[in-house]
């Protein structure tokens, strides 16, 4: 049997009827108070209006099960009631979950063969049109139109490589010939 290690604990906000409830590995005297920022910035700036109760000790996983127990019977993320902003819906804590859950999303996120469907990619395509910041930009038939008739009558300079004799437009002879040319000796 693992020893215990953790425990449950439930804040009260004296000053507006408010709870927290959390875990900690660790000792109820090490100086640890809670890891929600709300709730933190009131003890940093009234620490008399707040009680502490322990719930129970165990072993991380327990306690971690218990306050899980504890948020979801409670809805306290969606309770104005409760500093809690989630009832611990991703077991972030427990690492071989974590490992599991990150695994998942990665699935899902197309990195080990996830196919979306026709309708998916559709919608994922029309959400992209026109958005000129994201990095899947792609260009509208009118903007294609527009630049393909820009480019239509521009011509480059044709020049000759002196080194390989070769002609061609400048702005793709200057890229890999002159002072680039393979067949130039120094």
């Known amino acids: 049997m693992a020893t215990p290690d953790s425990f449950t604990y439930c804040w009260s906000d004296l000053g507006t009827n408010k709870l927290y409830v959390g875990v900690h590995k660790g000792t109820p005297d090490d100086g640890y108070v809670c890891s929600s920022k709300p709730m933190l910035e009131e003890y940093t700036k009234r620490p008399n209006d707040f009680s502490r109760q322990i719930i129970a000790f165990g072993t991380f996983k ?15 993320n969606a309770d104005p009631g409760y500093y809690n902003l989630s009832n611990n819906t991703f077991p972030f804590h427990d690492p071989s979950a974590h490992a599991e859950f990150m695994l998942g999303k990665q699935y899902k996120l197309g990195k080990t063969g996830y196919k979306h469907t026709t309708k998916a990619r559709r919608a994922i395509s029309d959400s992209l049109l026109g958005n000129k910041r994201g990095t899947g930009y792609r260009w509208s038939k009118d903007q294609k139109d527009s630049l393909s008739q820009r480019k239509l009558g521009l011509k480059h300079t044709e020049v000759t490589c002196p080194f390989c004799q070769k002609t061609g437009g400048s702005n793709v002879m200057l890229r890999w010939h002159f002072d680039k040319c393979k067949i130039r000796t120094v």
Not at 63 to 75: H, R, S
């Open 62 to 76: 327990e306690m971690y099960v218990l306050e899980t127990a504890i948020l979801k019977a409670a809805g306290a």
